[in-house]
């Protein structure tokens, strides 16, 4: 072998490249770098029905994603879908009496947990549950009462006449 | 009726015996990663040939790959309404699947080839006796660096090769086709999950590059040593080696993508 520098020159260039790759993939191409090792604190929230609520789902405030949900599971006891959320310490400063909605983005969109801050002064902390909630909207039962309501109308409007 | 039986025996035997031959060899390969290790010289080469040359056709059908990727996605996505998706298909496809699957199989073409056409004319101009002859093991001498060097290859490979096809997606999309530039990275980032979607493929890229790599160097070394025996050899290292590769692929994505 005779040109082993250059050879040494680009098996390192090589590597190096393979390497960058890597941290491009990391860094620009998934989440790492928004939502990686930060320290963040679990909230949970009940809610009547979390409809499509996935794992992973965005947690956000003002429309800023703050966290994600951690686990969502069923209580056999009060019927309700218990959510737990991880939210970023920096975001340590939500007050108590905050309301948990989910709402989807779009029509047809994800679903994801909006909090909104109240006025209390005492904040939320690790382990700390979300008194005040708001489900799902689920877009099957609002077309369903919505055509139900609507055939009621019809019905009552056809009884005076 | 006699004979069938006798030819599926005799086939039985044969692929039983390869199978275990090939076993072997593999033991013998990894059981001379230590005495490589102190010889860092071997593998620099080995990386060079088998690792840098492979770079450019990595990187190019990378790009074009994922400049098709945007093409099509953006067809398909802009029926629905949904091509500021465009960045989740391209990078989502490429990282999971593509990345690893098309540069095992060009890998196996370009690199595995050449490896097994090199360790048969070896074998068939008795350079392998002669090391022999001289108290060298062949298989720690020639086929362990060889092998360290596709094992490590293939992951870096398959990485750049999703980087410069996600990069080539961009391209198409926003640049050619008028996607936001915004949504096309940031939808992608909301979406790929760094452990689940691209630690997987570098698994998948690791495991594929062990495989085609045995794969190479043992049908080199098992070739007859003639020349038809080493065009063979050749040939049976790239179909064995994309049918390992594809038969894996499913598993491997049944197993790490099957509970979403």
Same mark, same amino acid.
């Given at each position: 072998?005779?040109?082993?520098?250059?050879?040494?020159?680009?098996?390192?260039?090589?590597?190096? *490249?393979?390497?960058?790759?890597?941290?491009?993939?990391?860094?620009?191409?998934?989440?790492?770098?928004?939502?990686?090792?930060?320290?963040?604190?679990?909230?949970?929230?009940?809610?009547?029905?979390?409809?499509?609520?996935?794992?992973?789902?965005?947690?956000?405030?003002?429309?800023?994603?703050?966290?994600?949900?951690?686990?969502?599971?069923?209580?056999?006891?009060?019927?309700?879908?218990?959510?737990?959320?991880?939210?970023?310490?920096?975001? *340590?400063?939500?007050?108590?009496?905050?309301?948990?909605?989910?709402?989807?983005?779009?029509?047809?969109?994800?679903?994801?947990?909006?909090?909104? *801050?109240?006025?209390?002064?005492?904040?939320?902390?690790?382990?700390?549950?979300?008194?005040?909630?708001?489900?799902?909207?689920?877009?099957?039962?609002?077309?369903?009462?919505?055509?139900?309501?609507?055939?009621?109308?019809?019905?009552?409007?056809?009884?005076?006449? | 009726?006699?004979?069938?039986?006798?030819?599926?025996?005799?086939?039985?035997?044969?692929?039983?015996?390869?199978?275990?031959?090939?076993?072997?060899?593999?033991?013998?390969?990894?059981?001379?990663?230590?005495?490589?290790?102190?010889?860092?010289?071997?593998?620099?080469?080995?990386?060079?040939?088998?690792?840098?040359?492979?770079?450019?056709?990595?990187?190019?059908?990378?790009?074009?790959?994922?400049?098709?990727?945007?093409?099509?996605?953006?067809?398909?996505?802009?029926?629905?309404?949904?091509?500021?998706?465009?960045?989740?298909?391209?990078?989502?496809?490429?990282?999971?699947?593509?990345?690893?699957?098309?540069?095992?199989?060009?890998?196996?073409?370009?690199?595995?080839?050449?490896?097994?056409?090199?360790?048969?004319?070896?074998?068939?101009?008795?350079?392998?006796?002669?090391?022999?002859?001289?108290?060298?093991?062949?298989?720690?001498?020639?086929?362990?660096?060889?092998?360290?060097?596709?094992?490590?290859?293939?992951?870096?490979?398959?990485?750049?090769?999703?980087?410069?096809?996600?990069?080539?997606?961009?391209?198409?999309?926003?640049?050619?086709?008028?996607?936001?530039?915004?949504?096309?990275?940031?939808?992608?980032?909301?979406?790929?999950?760094?452990?689940?979607?691209?630690?997987?493929?570098?698994?998948?890229?690791?495991?594929?590059?062990?495989?085609?790599?045995?794969?190479?160097?043992?049908?080199?070394?098992?070739?007859?040593?003639?020349?038809?025996?080493?065009?063979?050899?050749?040939?049976?290292?790239?179909?064995?080696?994309?049918?390992?590769?594809?038969?894996?692929?499913?598993?491997?994505?049944?197993?790490?993508?099957?509970?979403?």
């Amino acid at each position: 072998m005779q040109h082993t520098a250059t050879q040494d020159t680009l098996v390192g260039l090589f590597v190096t *490249a393979g390497i960058a790759g890597l941290f491009f993939l990391a860094l620009q191409v998934s989440n790492l770098s928004s939502f990686g090792s930060e320290e963040t604190y679990t909230v949970t929230a009940n809610f009547e029905s979390s409809g499509g609520l996935k794992v992973k789902s965005a947690v956000s405030a003002a429309g800023v994603k703050i966290g994600k949900v951690t686990a969502i599971r069923f209580d056999p006891k009060t019927y309700q879908s218990v959510v737990s959320m991880a939210i970023e310490s920096q975001y *340590a400063t939500l007050p108590e009496d905050t309301t948990a909605s989910i709402f989807t983005a779009g029509l047809l969109g994800e679903q994801y947990v909006n909090l909104e *801050a109240g006025g209390s002064d005492d904040v939320l902390k690790n382990g700390s549950k979300i008194d005040i909630t708001q489900s799902a909207i689920i877009l099957e039962k609002v077309i369903g009462q919505f055509l139900f309501k609507s055939a009621e109308e019809k019905a009552q409007g056809e009884k005076k006449e | 009726m006699m004979q069938f039986f006798q030819r599926l025996g005799a086939d039985t035997r044969t692929s039983f015996t390869k199978l275990g031959r090939a076993t072997y060899f593999l033991v013998a390969t990894l059981a001379g990663i230590l005495s490589v290790l102190p010889r860092p010289r071997l593998l620099m080469n080995q990386l060079f040939s088998v690792g840098v040359l492979s770079f450019l056709i990595i990187t190019i059908s990378g790009l074009f790959v994922g400049m098709v990727l945007g093409l099509q996605g953006f067809y398909i996505l802009s029926d629905f309404g949904a091509e500021e998706s465009l960045g989740i298909m391209v990078a989502a496809s490429l990282v999971r699947e593509l990345g690893p699957v098309v540069t095992a199989l060009l890998f196996a073409g370009r690199a595995g080839s050449a490896l097994t056409a090199e360790i048969g004319l070896m074998k068939a101009t008795e350079q392998l006796s002669g090391m022999e002859m001289m108290a060298i093991d062949p298989i720690r001498r020639i086929i362990t660096p060889r092998f360290l060097a596709g094992f490590i290859s293939m992951p870096l490979l398959a990485v750049l090769f999703s980087a410069v096809g996600i990069i080539g997606g961009q391209l198409v999309g926003s640049g050619l086709l008028g996607v936001d530039d915004g949504s096309y990275w940031s939808q992608m980032q909301n979406q790929i999950d760094f452990y689940d979607d691209i630690i997987n493929g570098i698994i998948k890229s690791v495991i594929f590059g062990f495989v085609t790599s045995w794969i190479a160097l043992f049908e080199g070394y098992d070739a007859i040593p003639t020349s038809e025996g080493v065009s063979r050899a050749t040939t049976r290292t790239v179909v064995n080696s994309a049918f390992s590769i594809l038969i894996l692929d499913f598993i491997l994505t049944a197993l790490m993508f099957g509970d979403k």
